[in-house]
């Protein structure tokens, strides 16, 4: 294999098998996927396509049963590559542990080695990129579940990771809670952390510079946004629709303007792109 600086993460001819009680349960097969330095990653599939067990493999909560997860080209696990790789996961209750707000994002810094004046500086920052600077000092068990879900992601931006893993963290959340984190992963993201996220909602792949698609535990599309949306295959169908799901509004309108043989200037994502998509030279 030749090493690539510009590859993150490399999942080769990976592989994850599940004991149960049924005997084995093949949950990812042959994977081959590179999250790629400074990029947005998303992943989209159906309930129980295998999404949550890429993530986590990426993550290293899960060790491949055959395959490789590399980070950045070394031999090493990611957890052991010298950078942890936090998740923020969908339910946030079973991963919290600290009293307050304040002393469950600063908890995660503890064992990294920092000097109490850098671990504050670390808390307040993130405590203030989420939003959350004025439940500093409120109970974790007091608080909403999208308010948790936002101190979930205070506490991996906290470590200032080189790749954030978000496993549809915006599930819970209300469509103010729910802006103000994907605004902050997207800040994040610009100022250079590399970003994966995992979502069903549609609208979020707009976001994204490529979008990874998973069907019954197979990588089945990997390409741009806009080809998951609008390139057909041979039989008809673009990746989206293949998967089941309906696309967003904008590309909806936009495919049935081109049904109608009304010319388009973009193919849009958004309804912004759609606005600019229709307006005459
Ligand atoms: N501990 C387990 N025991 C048995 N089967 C499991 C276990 N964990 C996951 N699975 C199965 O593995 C498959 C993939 O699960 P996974 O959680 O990765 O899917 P997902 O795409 O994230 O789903 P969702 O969108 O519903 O969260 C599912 O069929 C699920 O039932």
Redesign the pocket.
């Known amino acids: 294999m030749i090493s690539d600086p510009f590859v993150l993460l490399r999942m080769e001819n990976l592989t994850y098998t599940?004991p149960?009680a049924d005997g084995n349960?093949l949950?990812?097969e042959d994977i081959n996927l590179s999250v790629r330095q400074g990029e947005w990653l998303a992943i989209a599939?159906?309930?129980?396509?295998?999404?949550?067990?890429?993530?986590?493999t990426m993550a290293g909560l899960y060790k491949p049963t055959s395959g490789t997860v590399r980070f950045r080209d070394t031999d090493a696990a990611p957890e052991l590559a010298g950078s942890t790789i936090p998740l923020v996961f969908?339910n946030p209750d079973t991963h919290l542990l600290g009293e307050t707000v304040y002393e469950e994002v600063r908890f995660g810094l503890e064992y990294m080695g920092l000097s109490d004046a850098e671990m504050d500086a670390r808390t307040e920052e993130a405590l203030q990129d989420t939003g959350l600077l004025p439940l500093a000092r409120r109970r974790v068990d007091s608080l909403s579940g999208g308010q948790k879900q936002l101190v979930a992601a205070a506490g991996c931006l906290a470590l200032r990771p080189p790749l954030l893993l978000f496993?549809?963290a915006t599930s819970m959340l209300d469509p103010l809670s729910r802006e103000a984190l994907l605004e902050t992963a997207r800040r994040k993201h610009r100022e250079g952390t590399t970003v994966v996220w995992?979502t069903?909602l549609l609208d979020e792949l707009s976001y994204a510079d490529r979008v990874a698609a998973?069907d019954g535990?197979r990588l089945v599309f990997c390409g741009t946004p806009g080809a998951f949306f609008y390139e057909r295959s041979a039989a008809g169908g673009t990746p989206c629709e293949s998967l089941g799901f309906e696309p967003p509004y904008a590309v909806r309108v936009a495919q049935e303007l081109q049904r109608l043989g009304l010319p388009l200037q973009r193919l849009p994502l958004t309804v912004e792109e759609l606005a600019e998509a229709v307006a005459p030279c």
């Open positions: 599940l149960t349960r949950l990812l599939g159906t309930n129980g396509s295998g999404k949550s067990t890429l993530v986590r969908q496993d549809e995992v069903q998973v535990g």
